[in-house]
């Protein structure tokens, strides 16, 4: 297993297009965040699967976002009607709650929206 | 909001130890001080975390003053591939969502 995998790595899109990014996790990784990062910024959560089910989802999470992590296992994310204001870099981590070690999160490379 | 306070920048020769401090006055008694770290353009990376004790680990030490309203990262032997932005984050258990400040832009110079 090589980490977090995000996928593309860059996105460049028109405003008022649909965009999906996809996130694998670690694979024995039950939990599974997303995060938003503009420049300059630290990281801000969007939400949170532990397994299939999504457990809590940030206010900025507007409702043209939406995520998904069906069987638990990889994720995505898509952005309706995409605005310049959500130009940013999405981040995708996975942490494991059963572990006896607690390594923290590990995060993807993130996926770099631009919208144009 | 994030419940830590970090200088915004730091700058560290490289080869001398760079100390990286950081308040957390309100935590409680039961909340974990984690760092993470972010070099330019990838995601963060866990570095270390901490309850009450002092830890050390391949990357780095974590020293928590004995009432635990402060901690200090310790990079012992900082290169410039340390430069980076790094985080002090406090929270209940790593399985907890994480909230990021703005964190305190290392730089390492040569």
């Known amino acids: 297993d090589t980490g977090v995998s995000q996928d593309p790595r860059h996105k460049i899109t028109k405003r008022g297009q649909n965009v999906t990014f996809r996130c694998d996790p670690i694979?024995?990784?039950?939990?599974l965040y997303w995060y938003r990062q503009t420049l300059g910024q630290g990281p801000e959560f969007l939400t949170y699967?532990?397994?299939?089910?999504?457990?809590?989802k940030s206010r900025l999470l507007s409702d043209r976002f939406s995520a998904e992590r069906p069987k638990g296992s990889f994720s995505t994310l898509e952005i309706q009607r995409t605005e310049q204001g959500d130009s940013a870099m999405y981040l995708c981590a996975s942490s494991n709650t059963m572990g006896q070690r607690d390594y923290g999160y590990t995060f993807g490379s993130g996926t770099r929206l631009t919208v144009v | 909001d994030a419940k830590t306070t970090q200088p915004p920048s730091m700058d560290c020769a490289e080869g001398r130890a760079a100390n990286l401090p950081c308040n957390h006055s309100?935590?409680?008694?039961?909340?974990?001080v984690y760092w993470y770290r972010q070099i330019h353009s990838q995601g963060p990376q866990y570095i270390i975390h901490?309850?009450?004790n002092n830890e050390t680990n391949e990357m780095a030490s974590l020293i928590i003053t004995e009432d635990r309203k402060s901690s200090t990262l310790i990079l012992p032997h900082a290169t410039l591939r340390d430069t980076a932005v790094y985080y002090c984050i406090v929270m209940l258990t790593s399985y907890d969502k994480v909230i990021f400040g703005p964190g305190t832009s290392l730089s390492v110079i040569p």
């Open positions: 694979s024995e990784h039950n939990r």
């Open positions: 699967f532990q397994n299939e089910a999504q457990l809590e």
């Open positions: 309100t935590i409680s008694g039961n909340e974990y």
């Open positions: 901490g309850l009450k």
